[in-house]
């Protein structure tokens, strides 16, 4: 898979040796991180992408993990990346991250934007997200990117985008 590119990001799709890599907060070649970066949240998804590697053998598609970079200079600063293949309904959920000096220039609207018009292209039907009650910013992050609030329990609230798949002889 390619390098999906927006106006100031490259979402680098990370190969199964690049996140064992990253699992393990070791550098990969062609691999350039700014500071703090990986999180923990970053090697979790990594070990997590990992772990799906059965699953999306099985047919399902996945639409995979991905290093935010900064165009400008090559740096990772997060990620973003699917939780597992499609499920039987054509759903999956995203999760996304950058490192605190990286925040609040609205970087993961736009990885998010990006990512969400690759699963769509995939042939993923629902992309869903969550955040707890007290991240505004990510509910910030989700709404910008074009998710909509479906609900929330005692402990968080919960996006989705939804597309149809056109039926029999319906014009796309």
């Known amino acids: 898979m390619e390098d ?31 500071p703090g970066y990986p999180m923990t949240d970053d090697r979790n998804a990594a070990r997590r992408f990992l772990d799906t590697r059965t699953r999306a053998a099985a047919g399902r598609p996945h639409p995979g993990a991905f290093e935010i970079r900064l165009r400008s200079d090559g740096r990772a600063i997060g990620g973003v990346d699917f939780h597992g293949p499609a499920d039987h309904t054509g759903s999956v959920t995203v999760g996304y991250g950058l490192i605190p000096s990286a925040r609040g220039r609205g970087y993961a609207s736009e990885a998010l934007r990006a990512v969400l018009g690759h699963a769509r292209a995939l042939g993923i039907t629902r992309v869903k997200g969550d955040a707890d009650h007290n991240n505004t910013p990510s509910h910030h992050v989700m709404a910008a990117a074009g998710m909509h609030l479906t609900g929330e329990d005692h402990r968080v609230r919960y996006y989705e985008t939804v597309w149809h798949r056109p039926g029999p002889g319906t014009p796309r």
Do not use: D
């Open 4 to 34: 999906l590119v927006t106006e100031r990001l490259v979402l680098h799709p990370l190969t199964f040796e690049e996140a064992e890599q990253l699992a393990e907060g070791i550098p990969f070649p062609g691999a350039a991180w700014a």
